[in-house]
């Protein structure tokens, strides 16, 4: 089964309502990484964060560790934040990543 | 922010055909690596290296070869192109090992094997 499994698959927001995208994972998590993927195609590193809580910008990233899940909250949503937003993991310093599937996040005006 | 470029972006060949996609960092960066992406698998590893001449099989490396002539320098080689092999692929480079295992991405190439 995929290691990595990212809910929910798709998301609608209203500009400035929040976005909570979750990521579970089946093994240990030495790294996790969220990305950010836009339509046109381009990947784009928004946090490293596997243990605890980071912040940067309206980007809120919570991983707890022992409970193997990881969420991402976007805080007031703007029309450019629409895209898919994808998670990845190192399952023991292996220095691979292991994707998710991605949510898919459309914001409408 | 680390500089990972690809090139081409866009790339059409026929079934049979060869094919090589180049990925350059200028970041002095150990790791670089070779994913592919479609639709319901997600990004997929191809192959990695951890330095100048060294080669790691990643999860779905049939039909590809890949060599890392120098640390900035990884190429893709698609020796006999199927249509299999359309797929948006994409470069990457980290510098782990040295505790920054964050992966940065170029910008992608689109193959079409015709």
């Known amino acids: 089964g995929q290691q990595v499994q990212q809910s929910p698959s798709s998301l609608v927001l209203q500009e400035g309502e929040n976005a909570e995208l979750q990521c579970n994972f089946s093994?240990?998590?030495?790294?996790l990484q969220w990305f950010y993927q836009s339509p046109g195609g381009s990947l784009v590193s928004l946090l490293s964060?596997?243990?605890g809580t980071k912040h940067t910008g309206r980007l809120t990233s919570t991983t707890v560790t022992k409970e193997r899940r990881s969420s991402l909250h976007i805080s007031s949503s703007q029309t450019t934040d629409s895209g898919t937003y994808l998670c990845?993991?190192?399952?023991?310093?292996?220095?691979?990543?292991?994707f998710g599937l991605g949510t898919t996040l459309q914001v409408q005006p | 922010e680390a500089a990972v470029t690809q090139s081409p972006r866009n790339k059409v060949t026929v079934t049979g055909g060869n094919v090589t996609l180049s990925c350059r960092q200028t970041?002095?960066?150990?790791?670089m690596y070779w994913y592919r992406q479609d639709t319901g698998h997600g990004l997929r590893l191809i192959h990695y290296s951890y330095g100048a001449g060294n080669l790691q099989i990643g999860d779905v490396p049939d039909g590809y070869k890949a060599t890392r002539t120098t640390q900035e320098d990884f190429f893709l080689l698609l020796e006999l192109a199927s249509p299999s092999q359309t797929s948006l692929y994409f470069c990457?480079?980290?510098?782990?090992?040295?505790?920054?295992?964050?992966?940065?991405f170029g910008p992608g190439t689109r193959l079409l094997v015709l």
């Open positions: 990457a480079s980290s510098d782990a090992d040295r505790g920054k295992d964050t992966q940065y």
């Open positions: 964060n596997p243990s």
């Open positions: 990845a993991i190192d399952p023991g310093n292996t220095r691979k990543l292991i």
């Open positions: 093994s240990t998590a030495t790294q």
């Open positions: 970041n002095s960066h150990n790791y």
